[in-house]
């Protein structure tokens, strides 16, 4: 009975994403744009830290970034736009009032995959507080003024798995335009999700979900608030507007505090900034933006889909990594055949992202490519497998120490014995012996046991170490059989 009733009830979730702008410095001051330095509070002034008297200017760069973030989503650009102060008091914010936008955000309306959107809007960032220090909290300024992107969806979104999702879209685009890391795992991003439940076409009472720092709990923590809300609603029980946090350890939500509404921040025209005539300023023009713009995301997928028989997921994996991508695309300039170009992808996006991922197994981080290994070295390689001088399990074991080590592919190979045998006059004294010690086997492939044969290729590999060829050791072995 309880099935059927829930069954009736649609969620509703629209998103609120934050992300940090990989500018130089702050959002309002000079003071360097590095949340990670290993020394808390070294990189804050007077102004990010809100001493009286001090004035504010805005960071170009980071509207320049904004800006072309809503021509990518085909967005309305501002001609006209101000910074408003958003008041509320909080340990991790200095002056007790964000700078922020309100009611002329410098993007507003455009759609990210199938989402469409309200608003784009800029902001700057709060200190980081800790809470596992003790019988004290300790907040650090460094991220403190940092400048951040709001984008807003519209409510449209109808599942986790959808806003998991839409999510993920934007971290390519964000990376594709260079203007945002967006590691999630270092607050880079967050997502923030308002859902509701209804039985009508009206809205149901909203619940905000904060601070979402993976895919995976933005996609588990709506689903379990769905199932929260139609439980509730099931039952006859009122749903409380309210801001609720994630539980990763106990995969569930935990009410925080009564939802604010827009007036219980007192917006108001920051008084200390100007009001901004974006058509008066001539490199944030749209041809200028435009011009500036990159392959979008969507477009370089398509050509990687196309050109290379890419699977979607291998695609994202190269979309959402500017330098793997940039290696591979290197890579695959000096390799002659499409063969050896899809033998590249494969390598790049199974092995070589495995021998990164043994040093760090963050979900949403972005892979470097080490000094180590080279277009130069990386192209030997491919060309080595091509030409059948390296077997798959010697191209693995040289890509490994070319990882570790540094080198060109084929000294590596050479001097570690992975180079494959092809003298057909020592592999066939190697497939001789092996027919000869096991006759049993011989006699169960000749009535018809073909695993048989793969036994006896086992046998001649394990007797040249591995650095013979199997496709040529099966047909010696054939040959040889009859």
């Not at 999702?165 to 685009?173: D, H, I, P, Y």
């Not at 909203?206 to 199932?227: P, Q, T, W």
């Not at 008084?271 to 370089?300: A, I, M, N, Q």
């Not at 290379?308 to 695609?315: D, H, I, L, P, T």
Request: with cysteine; glycine share 6%; aromatic share 6%.
């Amino acid at each position: 009975m309880l099935e059927s009733m829930t069954k009736e009830y649609t969620p509703t979730i629209g998103l609120e994403i934050h992300a940090e702008l990989a500018t130089k410095t702050k959002m309002f001051c000079r003071c360097l744009n590095n949340p990670d330095a290993k020394m808390a509070n070294a990189h804050v002034c007077p102004v990010c830290m809100g001493h009286p008297g001090t004035l504010p200017t805005i960071n170009k760069e980071a509207v320049k970034s904004v800006l072309k973030i809503g021509l990518a989503v085909g967005g309305a650009l501002a001609d006209k736009t101000n910074f408003d102060r958003k008041n509320y008091f909080y340990p991790d914010i200095p002056k007790a009032y964000q700078i922020s936008q309100y009611k002329r955000p410098l993007v507003s309306n455009g759609s990210l995959a199938g989402v469409a959107l309200t608003r784009i809007h800029l902001e700057e960032d709060t200190a980081r507080s800790s809470h596992d220090t003790g019988k004290v909290s300790l907040v650090d300024f460094n991220r403190s003024g940092l400048p951040l992107m709001e984008l807003v969806t519209e409510p449209v979104i109808k599942s986790g798995e959808e806003a998991m999702m839409f999510a993920t879209e934007l971290q390519l685009l964000l990376r594709t335009l260079g203007v945002a890391h967006a590691n999630m795992e270092k607050g880079e991003m967050r997502v923030e999700a308002n859902i509701s439940v209804s039985n009508s076409d009206k809205l149901g009472v909203k619940v905000e979900v904060k601070n979402l720092n993976s895919f995976k709990s933005v996609g588990r923590a709506i689903d379990y608030e769905i199932k929260r809300h139609r439980a509730l609603l099931s039952e006859g029980k009122e749903i409380i507007q309210e801001t609720r946090g994630w539980d990763e350890v106990g995969q569930k939500t935990f009410s925080q505090r009564s939802k604010e509404n827009a007036h219980d921040y007192r917006y108001f025209p920051d008084p200390d900034l100007p009001p901004l005539e974006l058509s008066k300023v001539p490199d944030l023009s749209h041809d200028v933006l435009r011009k500036e713009l990159p392959e979008l995301p969507w477009v370089t997928r398509e050509r990687y889909i196309n050109a290379f028989g890419m699977s979607v997921n291998n695609a994202n994996l190269l979309l959402s990594n500017r330098a793997l991508a940039s290696f591979t695309e290197e890579v695959s300039k000096q390799l002659k055949s499409d063969k050896q170009k899809k033998l590249a992808l494969n390598y790049v996006t199974s092995d070589l992202v495995g021998l990164i991922k043994k040093e760090d197994t963050s979900e949403s981080r972005e892979y470097e490519i080490p000094e180590t290994i080279t277009v130069d070295s990386f192209v030997e390689l491919i060309e080595m497998i091509d030409s059948g001088d390296l077997s798959s399990r010697g191209a693995k074991d040289t890509l490994s120490l070319m990882y570790g080590k540094g080198g060109s592919a084929k000294s590596i190979a050479e001097s570690n014995g992975f180079i494959q045998k092809n003298d057909i006059e020592e592999l066939t004294k190697v497939v001789k012996t092996a027919i000869s010690e096991n006759k049993q086997v011989v006699e169960e492939y000749l009535s018809g046991k073909e695993s048989a044969l793969q036994f006896l290729v086992g046998q001649c590999m394990k007797a040249t170490k591995g650095t013979a060829s199997p496709p040529l050791l099966i047909k010696l072995l054939k040959e040889n059989i009859k």
